[in-house]
């Protein structure tokens, strides 16, 4: 359904009135009323906060009526793979031989929209495809939640960062109204996360582009704008052409104590330090400072690599290490089977 004859549809209901409900809210009863401005105070001066500017009073309030309080939301955030596995466990749920041929597969079919892609961004297509492949297996499972539902869950229940989703769901509101489509329609992950390459909505606002030049900026349905935006995305983040993501390490049996492992910062140990504390690079590196990172292995053993800014500009995607090792790793096998076949 179109915006404009959702908001047909919207002027013709009524909610009934409740009583006015605190700073922090429950789910209601009424299905129609739990995001309604009339029946919560503080959603009300959300509403007031953000209507004005793109987006009108009445377009968010009608949009709100048709959100609906998810549960499941919530308690999928408490249970993020990031928060919970070990890197042998993350990395076997992406870096596996389908989703490797898959990616390879994927290149080849918008082949040209790589190429340029790393033209302008400087971008490896390995790179691009990864990211893809690990938010949504190269554009097969982009979500099942009601991105609308998600977002104003979030961001009138969620226990810490509600702010945060607040201006989530005002960007998610822009966004549908600037392209003509319901809120009521898109669906994406349980956090609000869209499309192919899983943009959240602000995400989405900045940095997606119209990379097939088609007048629209679609990333729920057109790869190639997929493709053009996650380069665009790690170039405007700092991605560095040519530059190495990690080198690989040796140490001890046991990570060091000494040594701050797996913090998703700007490279900020001493690669001198590191090697006082047992942890060498495979080779020469001519850069002074990088993210020691150290890899949990099935065996209770540890796999060791130095990060560069290039990994850092990853976790600007995801902000966990076991998230952009995993994009690192799919990258290299389908860059190696690439490589293979060319």
């Not at 996650?230 to 560095?240: D, L």
């Amino acid at each position: 359904m179109k915006w404009n004859s959702a908001r047909s549809h919207w002027r013709g209901l009524s909610p009934v009135a409740l009583l006015l409900c605190g700073m922090v809210l429950f789910p209601s009863a009424h299905a129609a009323e739990e995001f309604d401005p009339a029946s919560h105070a503080d959603i009300r001066a959300w509403v007031d906060d953000v209507s004005g500017g793109g987006i009108s009073r009445d377009d968010v309030t009608q949009a709100l009526r048709h959100a609906r309080f998810r549960q499941e939301v919530l308690d999928a955030m408490q249970g993020a793979a990031e928060r919970r596995l070990s890197w042998h466990e993350y990395r076997d749920i992406f870096v596996q031989p389908k989703r490797i041929q898959e990616g390879v597969a994927f290149i080849r079919e918008h082949r040209d929209a790589f190429a340029r892609a790393e033209r302008e961004y400087g971008v490896p297509p390995a790179y691009i495809a990864a990211i893809i492949g690990v938010e949504t297996r190269y554009g097969q499972y982009k979500g099942k939640h009601r991105v609308l539902d998600s977002l104003a869950t979030l961001a009138f229940h969620h226990p810490s960062r509600g702010e945060f989703f607040r201006g989530e769901l005002a960007a998610f509101l822009e966004i549908t109204l600037d392209q003509g489509i319901s809120p009521e329609a898109p669906k994406g992950s349980y956090a609000g996360a869209m499309g192919y390459p899983q943009f959240i909505p602000t995400s989405y606002r900045a940095y997606a582009i119209d990379f097939d030049d088609d007048g629209r900026r679609d990333l729920w349905d057109d790869p190639v704008d997929a493709i053009g935006s996650v380069g665009n995305y790690f170039a405007e983040h700092g991605w560095r052409r040519g530059a190495p993501v990690v080198t690989p390490a040796d140490g001890p049996a046991t990570p060091p104590q000494s040594v701050d492992f797996n913090r998703t910062r700007e490279p900020y140990a001493k690669v001198s330090r590191l090697a006082d504390a047992g942890v060498y690079p495979r080779g020469e590196l001519e850069i002074s400072n990088v993210i020691p990172l150290s890899l949990a292995l099935e065996s209770g053993e540890y796999r060791y690599a130095l990060g560069h800014d290039n990994f850092y500009v990853i976790t600007r995607y995801n902000h966990s290490y076991l998230y952009a090792m995993a994009v690192t790793e799919l990258a290299s096998r389908i860059q190696a089977s690439l490589d293979e076949v060319d």
